[in-house]
């Protein structure tokens, strides 16, 4: 089993940038992938990022690319997202998770491609 741990979630204004953090531990020898969801009050929890732990197989949804970049370090089994040019509608609790399927990351875009969820991140973005 693999835990994951969110961290760098905060308060930011429109335009700026924040960085989450996703460690993992336990069973790590058998990560294939991890991807980053968000969910805003009343919505359903939305894709944003995965990438496969080798390789450089990426996937964005369309609200994010160019302003979101997804990456990884291997060494130390956390994944990161760093978030650019953010937008009041970015505003959400932001989680990461990981799967076990080995699937380029374009597959990677719903919540039942993963077994493992951390506990959230919230990111508020004011205008």
């Known amino acids: 089993q693999v835990q994951l741990v969110e961290s760098g979630g905060g308060l930011v204004q429109a335009g700026g940038s924040l960085r989450l953090s996703c460690a993992a531990s336990?069973?790590?020898?058998?990560?294939?992938?991890m991807g980053w969801f968000r969910q805003a009050p009343g919505k359903e929890r939305d894709f944003v990022a995965a990438t496969r732990w080798s390789g450089v197989s990426t996937a964005y949804a369309d609200s994010v690319k160019g302003r979101f970049t997804i990456s990884r370090d291997n060494a130390k089994n956390t994944v990161y997202l760093q978030m650019n040019s953010l937008k009041p509608e970015d505003t959400a609790v932001y989680y990461c998770?990981?799967?076990?399927?080995?699937?380029?990351?374009?597959?990677?875009?719903?919540?039942?491609?993963?077994?493992?969820w951390g506990q959230g991140t919230q990111v508020t973005v004011s205008s």
């Open positions: 336990g069973r790590t020898a058998g990560i294939h992938g």
């Open positions: 998770a990981h799967t076990p399927l080995q699937l380029a990351a374009q597959y990677l875009v719903t919540p039942n491609k993963y077994d493992t």
